[in-house]
């Protein structure tokens, strides 16, 4: 019985993925912060015949990223590690409170290190795993607004293209999907899209990102 994990499947691209890769797997685990948000998440993919538990982690306390890890591996035969949860704050670079600096560095760039972390020590021991990093455009080319939000995504790729070096020894297979603007509610407070019809369907996506990491590791859009 084989699980994926997937990081901040609460809402947007993290729930059209467990949509997606329920049907791949026997059992989706989906974390987040919001316990309501993740009871919906299993309430919907449970009616669609997925198979689901979830668990609330905050992906930025290297701790519980272990503590999460460990339950997850003790009780599951986990093949899958998706590291989609992220944030974005957007404007002129000079605006950007230090928390916002923050929330960006802490859970774009270390809560994906520390997750990965976290499972790689796991994958080692079974001597088999993998990770998928959903990134961005973002992160293969500036815009505007969008300084901070480019530096964690440029450092996350980064991070992913060494660790993709560094494991292929260990059967530990490291992928990377670079997607624009998707129809979330990444923007729900945001007024940095001026033109939201032209955002893309998350369950498309997400559907293409599994079809296409079949054939690459990296999973390019547009
Ligand atoms: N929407 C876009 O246009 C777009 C485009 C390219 C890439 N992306 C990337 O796609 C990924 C998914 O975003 P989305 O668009 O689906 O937005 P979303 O619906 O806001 O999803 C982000 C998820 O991350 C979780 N999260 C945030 N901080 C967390 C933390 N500290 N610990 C655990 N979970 C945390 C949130 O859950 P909780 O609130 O429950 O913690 C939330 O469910 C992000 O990495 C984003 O950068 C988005």
């Given amino acids: ?12 691209l993290g729930l059209a993925l467990a949509k997606v890769y329920g049907k791949k797997y026997d059992k989706i685990i989906l974390i987040g912060r919001n316990l309501k948000k993740l009871q919906n998440a299993k309430r919907l993919l449970e009616d ?14 290297p701790g519980q990223a272990d503590d999460f890890a460990k339950r ?12 989609n949860a ?3 704050h957007f404007g002129p670079a000079e605006t950007l409170s230090p928390a916002q600096v923050h929330e960006m560095i802490d859970t774009n760039v270390k809560g994906t290190i520390f997750m990965s ?5 796991h994958f080692k021991e079974k001597g088999a795993g993998e990770i998928l990093q959903i990134i961005s455009t973002a992160g293969l080319r ?7 939000y480019n530096a964690s995504k440029f450092a996350v790729r980064g991070y992913t293209e060494g660790l993709r070096k560094e494991l292929a020894a260990a059967d530990i297979s490291i992928k990377a999907a670079y ?28 559907q293409q ?8 590791d990296d999973i390019l859009f547009d």
């Fill in 1 to 12: 019985m084989q699980a994926a994990v997937i990081t901040g499947g609460g809402s947007g």
């Fill in 179 to 206: 997607m624009g603007g998707m129809d979330t509610p990444f923007w729900v407070n945001s007024s940095h899209i001026s033109d939201k019809s032209r955002l893309r369907d998350p369950l498309s996506i997400a």
């Fill in 142 to 148: 500036g815009k505007v607004n969008e300084s901070v």
């Fill in 209 to 216: 990102i599994a079809d296409q990491s079949l054939e690459t």
């Fill in 86 to 88: 992220g944030v974005g």
């Fill in 72 to 83: 997850a591996f003790h009780e599951n035969a986990i093949r899958l590690l998706i590291n």
């Fill in 48 to 61: 669609e015949g997925v198979s689901c538990s979830i668990d609330q982690v905050d992906i930025t306390d």
């Fill in 117 to 121: 972390q976290a499972f790689i020590r």
